[in-house]
């Protein structure tokens, strides 16, 4: 069954888009981008997707659902987490492999999708576990950098490596959206 009216995505981020359009689309579930700027504010990934889809809501008046993704590394506490993009930036690669110099290398990546049609919010999440490698690899999108050296639990190589479609099936992102596109379809 295809629903007709669209699920607006809205993100700035085309490489996160089209991961969760090809999610929605495997489950006959249209989608479209709105290429809406959001102040990421809040300090968790559950308060700054509501606050990006309060703010994307204000914007286009039509429902919606924005996504937030972060990263945490077992050997500290909520770091990088839900700034992620920014310690990236900051401390890039050679950075976050030097802090993670003779620790323990597990990690989780978490998706946090929020849904809202100006009156209703509701959260998806999904997360995937994994190791941090020893070094960048791979051809990583540059809008999500930590695929270059997040390697899935049970798997060889980073994220950078595996195929969109196969990335979607394991993945956080993939996750999360399927357990939105679950609900939306039974709000039908």
């Known amino acids: 069954m295809i629903i ?6 809205a993100t700035t981020n085309k490489s996160k888009y089209e991961e969760i359009s090809a999610v929605l689309k495997t489950l006959g579930i249209s989608s479209e981008m709105a290429h809406v700027e959001c ?4 300090e968790t990934l559950e308060e ?3 606050e990006k889809a309060r703010q994307a809501y204000v914007k286009i008046k ?3 659902i924005t996504e937030d993704t972060g990263i945490f590394f077992s050997a500290y506490e909520n770091f990088p987490g839900a700034r992620a993009k920014r310690v990236f930036l900051d401390i890039g690669f050679d950075g976050i492999l030097k802090k993670l110099e003779g620790k323990k290398r597990d990690a ?13 919010e509701k959260l998806f999440a999904g997360e995937m576990q994994g190791r941090i490698a020893e070094m960048p690899a791979g051809n990583a999108d540059a809008n999500v950098p930590y695929e270059k050296i997040f390697i899935p639990q049970g798997g060889n190589v980073p994220l ?3 195929s ?7 993945s956080h992102r993939g996750q999360a959206t399927r357990k939105f596109a679950e609900w939306f379809r039974s709000a039908r």
């Open 4 to 9: 007709i009216m669209p699920v607006i995505i």
């Open 39 to 42: 102040d990421e504010r809040g």
């Open 48 to 50: 700054i997707a509501r």
């Open 62 to 64: 039509k429902p919606l």
């Open 108 to 120: 989780t990546v978490r998706t946090v999708i929020c849904y809202t049609n100006g009156k209703q």
């Open 160 to 162: 950078s490596f595996v």
């Open 164 to 170: 969109r479609e196969e990335k979607n099936k394991i």
